[in-house]
């Protein structure tokens, strides 16, 4: 990882200028620079851009994992703390104020201002042709990531921050239309405009490829929009890519493993065993990726947020300095197989579905090494549910399964009590009330 000293300098002016509520946040600091000479010169952007990575490989993804996985049962609460076993217990004794769910919405907010302000001073400053390609469609990027990442928990967010507090809140179809937008944006614009040596020396890492990962996003965010071709085509420009790396995010002894920091260095919260599945979802036996996610029993959640059998936790969150996939390579096998069973195009569903099911050389580790599916395999609803249960496990602590709970199982109904055992125990988090007490536009709060 690049090691920048303006980390701390960008965080401190740039978050507090890009807080999306009206709050009063801000101290002045005689050793920060200004805003102006920030965001006005080539350095201060590359110094952004490096900043940006860095608060949302630790800070933001720890947000957008550690809420929805509680939600989803991925995770066992082991400590006492409120915000955790609120979010636990869920359903309607969800508070506004709890930590639990203000936490993720003003982290990812500050990480889309940030992605926001290298977007605006990409425009500004006077740059080389290729280096302001790469600057702006890395800043399109991480804000395409965020509001993803704001669409899956709460029901609307706002599409851009506004420093005065008052931002228009946008509902699921806009966020996911304007998400995808400034992917495809960011694609044509490097396509257009390769980015420069400049940029990728002063910003870019080695165990990154920017256009796979827009891709991989871009496919992501067209399944969740329900355009299944465009899901598919953009699954295949990262499956098929020349190069073979495989983007990750990467830390070290300053900046760690956020969901290390969360299971294995605390006694917050722990992996459930059998990813939370229950019933038919549970993994098969055999199923290799329960040795390289899972380890050891160790004993069982609290009583109060459910009492859970949990595990020790392995795979990509073993190590402090453990490296993070920025997206897995069966997410793009698991989105062809959906988007093609959701064309009803079983036979082609089932290929991607067992190509997962089989793998045994995944480059990540992540290998089921499982038979092909013995399913009814002209039956639409069986594939679908085979392919949630394989999209469980494959993608155990990416953030998604809130999402693909709600996307799979709709009608699920979720008790307006507190529930410690169901698929999910919310479809939508209440806003924020610090979010409510300074943003006249936050709309009325989701039910359940």
Request: glycine share 8%.
């Amino acid at each position: 990882m690049k090691h920048i000293k303006f980390y701390t300098i960008i965080g401190a002016l740039l978050i507090g200028s890009s807080l999306f509520t009206a709050c009063d946040t801000e101290f002045e600091n005689p050793n920060n620079p200004t805003e102006d000479v920030v965001l006005g010169t080539k350095g201060g952007l590359f110094a952004l851009a490096t900043g940006v990575r860095q608060y949302y490989s630790v800070f933001a993804l720890r947000q957008i994992i550690e809420a929805p996985g509680i939600t989803t049962r991925e995770l066992g609460v082991t400590n006492t703390f409120l915000n955790i076993n609120e979010l636990a217990r869920g359903g309607a004794e969800l508070p506004s104020e709890s930590g639990g769910i203000t936490n993720p919405w003003i982290v990812l907010l500050r990480a889309k201002g940030m992605a926001e302000s290298l977007i605006e001073g990409a425009n500004t400053v006077e740059l080389s042709a290729g280096t302001k390609s790469g600057l702006l469609a890395y800043g399109n990027l991480f804000k395409a990531m965020t509001l993803g990442s704001l669409i899956e928990m709460f029901e609307q967010v706002p599409i851009n921050n506004s420093p005065d507090g008052a931002a228009p809140f946008s509902d699921r179809s806009t966020v996911l239309a304007t998400s995808i937008s400034l992917l495809k944006e960011a694609r044509d614009m490097l396509a257009t405009t390769p980015m420069s040596d400049e940029f990728k020396s002063r910003v870019l890492w080695s165990e990154f490829n920017m256009e796979k990962t827009i891709n991989a996003y871009l496919a992501r965010y067209e399944l969740m929009a329900g355009n299944y071709d465009g899901a598919i085509t953009a699954a295949n420009a990262v499956i098929n890519h020349t190069d073979a790396t495989n983007s990750m995010w990467i830390y070290d002894a300053n900046n760690q493993n956020p969901i290390w920091n969360r299971t294995v260095n605390s006694t917050d919260l722990k992996p459930q065993t059998n990813f939370g599945l229950l019933g038919s979802y549970q993994p098969e036996a055999g199923d290799g990726r329960v040795d390289f996610y899972l380890g050891a029993d160790l004993g069982f959640a609290n009583a109060d947020a459910g009492g859970q059998a949990i595990s020790e936790m392995l795979g990509f969150f073993a190590t402090n300095t453990s490296s993070i996939p920025i997206y897995l390579p069966g997410e793009m096998l698991l989105i062809k197989a959906e988007a093609y069973a959701r064309k009803n195009e079983l036979d082609k569903a089932v290929i991607q579905l067992n190509l997962v099911r089989q793998k045994d050389n995944d480059p990540l580790g992540v290998n089921a090494n499982l038979p092909a599916w013995s399913g009814d395999a002209s039956n639409q609803n069986a594939i679908l549910e085979e392919i949630y249960k394989n999209r469980s496990i494959e993608l155990f602590l990416t953030g998604l399964r809130f999402e693909d709970s709600k996307r799979f199982h709709p009608d699920f109904i979720v008790p307006r009590e507190s529930n410690t055992t169901n698929e999910r125990n919310r479809n939508y988090y209440p806003y924020p009330s610090i979010e409510r007490e300074n943003n006249p536009n936050t709309p009325a709060d989701p039910s359940i």
